[in-house]
């Protein structure tokens, strides 16, 4: 028959291996459950991402050529990845002559465009019962990204597998048990194969996105530059519209 003081000392055995046990499988589940939240939310951001690519496609079609395209960019000092156009209605609104015309509908898809590029950066302001939030964006997503991998660091380096077992045979009353296994290929093996891989927003295919002004001197810019586009492709740009 066992003495109280063993029973005691099994007991609280016992539930130091639960808080161990917790612990690890407890940070390494919230790990889990946020890179889940943040995947869930990219596969949205990448809908904004798409529609950042349609309004791309329109300004290429106005901008006819590849070759206009950077050059339109580097006259604003911008660097933006061209994105071919492909056949899309186009609403643009009323202008007596079509140079006009050209000049507003372009500048009004590139006020969209930046819009949009905003909201994808940082995000839109919703009324969600009562009480305003904002909408999840590429700057908290890279925030979040960087907090997941610091939280990875610390479960890699103080709540890996190996460093657990390890923990649980000391604990363990059972001599037989205690064998050291600190140092054997057992560790580094199956350490490496639970080891939390830290992340890039690459990873997840995030674009970045430049902003894009809408002051008055770069309008007067793009206004200059479409100038001579109209007037070396005004076949295309009366297709078009």
């Given at each position: 028959m066992s003495s109280f003081s063993e029973?005691?000392?099994?007991?609280?055995?016992?539930?130091?291996?639960?808080?161990?046990?917790?612990?690890?499988?407890g940070h390494r589940r919230n790990i889990e459950l946020e890179i889940d939240f943040l995947k869930?939310?990219?596969?949205?951001?990448?809908?904004?991402?798409?529609?950042?690519?349609?309004?791309?496609?329109?300004?290429?079609?106005?901008?006819?050529?590849?070759?206009?395209?950077?050059?339109?960019w580097e006259n604003l000092n911008i660097q933006m990845d061209y994105t071919p156009y492909a056949t899309q209605e186009i609403n643009c609104p009323f202008a007596l002559f079509l140079r006009k015309k050209y000049k507003k509908c372009f500048c009004l898809y590139y006020l969209q465009l930046s819009k949009k590029i905003k909201e994808y950066r940082e995000g839109k302001v919703k009324l969600v019962k009562n009480r305003k939030q904002v909408t999840f964006h590429y700057d908290l997503a890279v925030k979040l990204i960087d907090k997941i991998?610091?939280?990875?660091?610390?479960?890699?380096?103080?709540?890996?597998?190996?460093?657990?077992?390890?923990?649980c045979k000391q604990v363990s009353l059972d001599d037989s048990q205690k064998a050291d296994i600190t140092g054997s290929g057992f560790v580094y093996n199956i350490d490496q194969e639970f080891k939390f891989k830290k992340m890039t927003a690459d990873d997840f295919g995030l674009k970045v996105y430049p902003y894009l002004p809408t002051d008055k001197k770069t309008v007067k810019k793009i206004l200059s530059f479409l100038d001579s586009v109209y007037t070396n492709h005004k076949k295309h740009i009366k297709s078009i519209l």
């Open positions: 029973d005691l000392t099994k007991e609280l055995a016992a539930s130091v291996l639960k808080e161990t046990a917790d612990n690890f499988f869930k939310n990219i596969q949205e951001l990448k809908k904004q991402a798409q529609k950042i690519e349609d309004l791309k496609a329109i300004l290429a079609n106005f901008l006819v050529t590849k070759e206009n395209w950077v050059k339109f991998n610091s939280d990875i660091e610390n479960v890699n380096k103080y709540y890996s597998p190996s460093e657990f077992l390890q923990f």
